[in-house]
Nanobody, 125 residues
């Protein structure tokens, strides 16, 4: 069984920063690409960022490019999302997930499984 646990969310003013963490239980964590999605109340879950298994390639939604940075530490079975210059529209529950083998469209929610429980990020203006 693979389990993912997100942490690091909270309340922050616009322009501030937060770092989210996603801790994975599986020993094969380092073999899989990982991603972050977010979901605001009443909205669908949307892609935020993804990272290859080695950490050598990263991908970002246009809305967060230049402000967010995804990274991973395979020795710690953890993926991170550093969020800078936060805006009120970044307010959402943030989820990490594992990319399914053989799936290469990182923006599609259907290409992920083993979702975490989510961590809430609220940005005030």
């Amino acid at each position: 069984q693979v389990q993912l646990v997100e942490s690091g969310g909270g309340l922050v003013q616009a322009g501030g920063s937060l770092r989210l963490s996603c801790a994975a239980s599986g020993r094969t964590f380092s073999n899989y690409d990982m991603g972050w999605f977010r979901q605001a109340p009443g909205k669908e879950r949307v892609f935020v960022a993804a990272i290859s298994w080695s950490g050598g390639s990263t991908y970002y939604a246009g809305s967060v490019k230049g402000r967010f940075t995804i990274s991973r530490d395979n020795a710690k079975n953890t993926v991170y999302l550093q969020m800078n210059s936060l805006k009120p529209e970044d307010t959402a529950a943030y989820y990490c997930a594992v990319v399914r083998q053989g799936r290469y469209d990182y923006t599609s929610m259907g290409n992920y499984d083993y979702w975490g429980q989510g961590t809430q990020v609220t940005v005030s203006s």
